[in-house]
């Protein structure tokens, strides 16, 4: 069975500074897909990045994007120039290309950004 | 307008009323979700339907019961709870397809006393 680790409860950066969020997950699939996830106080979730396995150039998204080292199974997230409003939990999740529509997630990392 | 709605946003329910769930979807999507989010868990997926039917149900206790009238529309109907099942229930949508991205509403935060 997957499984998604995020290894730290919680994070702070200050604010206009770089911060990387960690993730490593274990399959035995060779082609899935990979997800980080913004909760922010109001709890809607929202998708960041997403990468799929296959690709080996890291996904990017403006100031977010991702080290993906399929090899290490590590996903982590890199957060650019931080704004306030980056302030929430986030989520890393494995999702199998096969016919599961099960989405693997993360126990997340509560991110503070400080002014 | 976010694509996912969930109502009531806040629930307080004693251990035997009943009472439901609703989430409805404006995205298209032909698969919705139900996940239970608590405290320092990862989110638990509670059922999933595809095209109206149900395709997983992870070990659910039967009280908590689902129903997909439409492809649109799904609900969540809770009957004699425990105060564990306490927690932020999420409902989400997709298309079908592996990497199809998962859209989520904003919950709905249940407390049973």
């Known amino acids: 069975a997957q499984t998604v680790t995020q290894s730290q409860p919680e994070m702070s950066v200050q604010e206009a500074e770089t911060v990387t969020l960690s993730c490593t997950y274990d399959t035995s699939e060779s082609d899935y897909y990979l997800f980080w996830y913004k909760q922010p106080p109001s709890r809607q979730m929202i998708l960041v990045i997403r990468q799929e396995a296959y690709k080996q150039q890291n996904a990017t998204e403006n100031r977010f994007s991702v080290n993906f080292q399929k090899a290490a199974k590590s996903f982590s997230l890199k957060i650019s120039d931080s704004q306030l409003g980056d302030a929430a939990m986030y989520f890393c999740?494995?999702?199998?290309?096969?016919?599961?529509?099960?989405?693997?997630f993360g126990t997340g990392t509560r991110l503070k950004v400080l002014a | 307008e976010t694509g996912v709605t969930q109502t009531p946003r806040h629930l307080v329910m004693g251990m035997t009323n009943k009472k439901s769930l609703k989430c409805e979807q404006h995205l298209g999507h032909n698969a919705m979700y139900w996940y239970k989010q608590s405290a320092k868990k990862p989110l638990e997926l509670m059922f999933v339907y595809s095209l109206e039917e149900r395709v997983e149900n992870n070990s659910v206790p039967s009280r908590f019961s689902p129903e997909c009238p439409n492809s649109s529309h799904l609900f969540l109907h809770l009957h004699t709870l425990q105060p564990e099942d306490s927690a932020l229930y999420l409902c989400a949508s997709s298309l079908t397809g592996g990497g199809n991205t998962i859209y989520f509403g904003e919950g709905s935060w249940l407390t049973v006393v």
């Open positions: 999740a494995y999702r199998s290309v096969s016919g599961t529509y099960k989405y693997i």
